[in-house]
Structure formats: C-alpha cells, structure tokens
C-alpha cells in the first residue's frame, strides 16, 4: 500500500534553513509529483508547492525561499525552506494525490513533521 | 486571510445533517468544479472525503456528500455522529492549491 514517511521533528533558529524528507513506498515514484503543505499551530492549511520528477510548482508566497527536489533512486521527496522564522512553526506534511491527473484529491499523507522555529 | 471562505464552526445535535459552505470565485470554486473536502482530527493527518465536487473515496460513509453552485461549494454531514467532531477543509485548484481557512465542527 501507498506510504509517505517523514523526517523527524526540527528545531531551528531565525534565519537558517529546514530540509525535510518524505520516503514514498507502494507505488512508482516517478509516476506521481508530491505536495507539501503546512499548518501552523491552531492554523489552517497551506500549500507550499508541488515538485515531480519532471517539474516544480511553488505558492507565490514561498517564491524564492522554498526548494523542493525528488532522488527517484531513493524515492524521496525533500522540501528545504530557508530564511526562517517564527510564523514558519508548524507541523509540514507531504501529499500524494489519488491518481496522476488529480489536481486537489490528494489521498495519501505523511505524518507530518514538526518544525520549531525559535531563537 | 484564506482564498476560499468556510464558516469557522458550525454544529449540530447526533442524528441531524448539517452543510459547510465554501465560497471562492469564478477563477477556481466557479470554474473548475474540483473542489475537495479534507476532514481532520486533532494532531492527526487530513483525510480525503469528497473529490471532484461530489465523489467519495472508498471506504468513507456515504454520510458525507458534496455539491456545488457557482462559486460556493457546499459538504453535507447526514445522520451527524461523534466521530464527525472535526475540522473539515475545502479545497480548490487554479494554478496553486487554495484552501479554505477551515471550519469546526461540533456535535452537541
């Protein structure tokens, strides 16, 4: 079955830089992109962007300070955030959506990744 | 301030249905008709319930059902049960994934 896996829980300091992982399984990496979405405490939802094999697709609001990459030989998908600050504390999950052509139906989750940003 | 606007809390007694609205606009609610719907429990992952305005996946109770109408989708909890107290996000898609700023859901 379909699995997403994430990184452990950072703590950061204003002004450095956050990678997390997210280790797919059950099914064919480069057939799939993976987004990445966050929630800051007692927050809402928020999309960060949206990386595949083949391409990137960032929020406009993360332009410039979010890099998202895959390694298909480790079918791993990373999100590196740089520039921190504190109203970047929040839990960050990967998504996978139900099928290839979903826009929004995203079906599988990881389960999320803490990161702390505090000095 | 979310793209898409959900009321923040709507409730409602065991055995009542109660609808979450969510309004956008002509570029993403009102054209493409894709919104989704995402339940989550507290410290827990969102959970897919509705796609593509109106479809399930499998596995979740058709208790759960969505709609649409211009720019306002609509998720529509029947039979309403304890395990329903969550919050429940929509989603839409234009470009960029857009999501509502989410609505809790409290059963009396």
């Known amino acids: 079955q379909v699995r997403l896996v994430q990184s452990g829980a950072e703590m950061k300091k204003p002004g450095a830089s956050v990678k997390v992982s997210c280790q797919a399984s059950?099914?064919?990496?480069?057939?799939?992109?993976i987004s990445w979405i966050r929630q800051a405490p007692g927050q809402g939802l928020e999309w960060l962007g949206w990386s595949s094999t083949h391409n990137t697709n960032y929020a406009w609001k993360f332009q410039g300070r979010v890099t998202m990459t895959t390694d298909k030989s480790t079918d791993t998908a990373y999100m590196e955030l740089r520039s921190l600050r504190s109203d970047d504390t929040a839990v960050y999950y990967c998504?996978?959506?139900?099928?290839?052509?979903?826009?929004?139906?995203?079906?599988?989750w990881g389960q999320g990744t803490l990161v702390t940003v505090s000095s | 301030q979310s793209a898409l606007i959900q009321p923040a809390s709507v409730s409602g007694s065991p055995g009542q249905s109660i609808t979450i609205s969510c309004t956008g606009a002509?570029?993403?609610?009102?054209?493409?008709?894709?919104v989704s719907w995402y339940q989550q429990h507290p410290d827990k992952a969102p959970k897919l319930i509705i796609y593509?305005?109106?479809n399930r996946p499998s596995g979740v109770s058709n208790r759960f059902s969505g709609s649409a109408s211009g720019n306002t989708a609509s998720l529509t909890i029947s039979g309403l049960q304890a395990e329903d107290e969550a919050d429940y996000y929509c989603?839409?898609?234009?470009?960029?994934?857009?999501f509502g700023g989410g609505t809790k859901v409290t059963v009396l």
């Open positions: 989603c839409s898609y234009a470009g960029r994934l857009l």
């Open positions: 002509s570029s993403d609610v009102g054209s493409y008709n894709l």
């Open positions: 998504a996978r959506q139900r099928y290839y052509y979903d826009n929004n139906a995203y079906l599988y």
């Open positions: 593509e305005g109106t």
């Open positions: 059950g099914y064919t990496f480069g057939s799939y992109g």
